[in-house]
């Protein structure tokens, strides 16, 4: 059944083709992609985006391939999903993230090449800015995705905030801030409320401390408990570190 969805495309157009025309196929009769909506799948989403920056992180290609497959698979059934809601086309993203790169990149496709990086970033900033019109700098805040792991969003959020203008606390992001906050945490007789918001407070200042430092904190904390995963490797699991 379906022989011509058996063979392997040529070029990547007739390749996404053949991949819609397989989800469009598992909607029809896979009683388990049948009942499928944006919401059931949206941790799928996440797993498999987590699962290509591991292979990123092993420098696996073949497993990257294979993974990047799988985010297509998403990719793929939500413009599916989206068109069956009549909401938008299977090709609408594809084209939507075209017009966005040519718009954000404008000193390839309109002012020319040959400017520092640091600029086209600043640009890139400034484009997304006004592609959103004017929004007050909670509105920025709050479109980080909630979704983002805590640390990640923690860390955009104060990038935003600095660049919208937003008026720090004298000391904020010093390593100073940083220890008073943990002599607090240590000197108090807390709450289990009490202590969920101070060491929440604690893990924001370290946050804001480690990019200041021109470290990512996300990046530290991965490195970190692969260390510690290697320690108890070579302790044999003696509880100890």
């Known amino acids: 059944m379906h022989d011509e969805l058996k063979i392997p495309a040529k070029s990547a157009g007739e390749a996404y083709e053949r991949l819609l025309a397989i989800v469009r196929v598992l909607r029809a009769e896979c009683p388990w992609d049948r009942v499928q909506d944006h919401h059931s799948l949206r941790t799928c989403m996440i797993e498999e985006a987590y699962e290509v920056a591991e292979a990123i992180d092993r420098e696996d290609p073949a497993n990257m391939d294979e993974e990047l497959g799988d985010v297509m698979l998403q990719v793929a059934f939500h413009s599916l999903l989206a068109e069956e809601e009549s909401v938008f086309d299977p090709?609408?993203?594809?084209?939507?993230?075209?017009?966005?790169?040519?718009?954000?990149?404008?000193?390839?496709?309109?002012?020319?090449?040959?400017?520092?990086?640091?600029?086209?970033?600043?640009?890139?900033?400034?484009?997304?800015?006004?592609?959103?019109?004017?929004?007050?700098?909670?509105?920025?805040?709050a479109d980080v995705p909630k979704a983002f792991p805590a640390l990640i969003r923690s860390t955009k959020v104060q990038k935003?905030?600095?660049?919208?203008?937003?008026?720090?606390?004298?000391?904020?992001?010093?390593?100073?801030?940083?220890?008073?906050?943990?002599?607090?945490?240590?000197?108090?007789?807390?709450?289990?409320?009490?202590?969920?918001?101070?060491?929440?407070?604690?893990?924001?200042?370290?946050?804001?401390?480690?990019?200041?430092?021109?470290?990512?904190?996300?990046?530290?904390?991965?490195?970190?408990?692969?260390?510690?995963?290697?320690?108890?490797?070579?302790?044999?699991?003696?509880?100890?570190?």
Request: aromatic share 8%; glycine share 10%.
């Open 91 to 141: 090709i609408d993203p594809i084209n939507g993230v075209c017009e966005k790169m040519i718009r954000r990149h404008p000193h390839i496709f309109s002012d020319g090449a040959g400017k520092a990086v640091d600029n086209n970033v600043e640009k890139w900033e400034n484009i997304k800015e006004r592609e959103h019109g004017e929004r007050s700098l909670y509105e920025q805040l």
């Open 160 to 241: 935003k905030a600095s660049r919208g203008g937003y008026a720090w606390n004298d000391g904020f992001g010093s390593w100073e801030q940083v220890t008073k906050q943990a002599l607090e945490l240590t000197g108090s007789d807390l709450s289990d409320g009490e202590a969920e918001q101070q060491i929440g407070e604690f893990l924001f200042l370290a946050a804001a401390a480690a990019v200041r430092s021109g470290v990512e904190p996300e990046k530290a904390l991965e490195r970190a408990t692969e260390r510690f995963i290697e320690t108890a490797r070579q302790t044999a699991g003696k509880r100890e570190w």
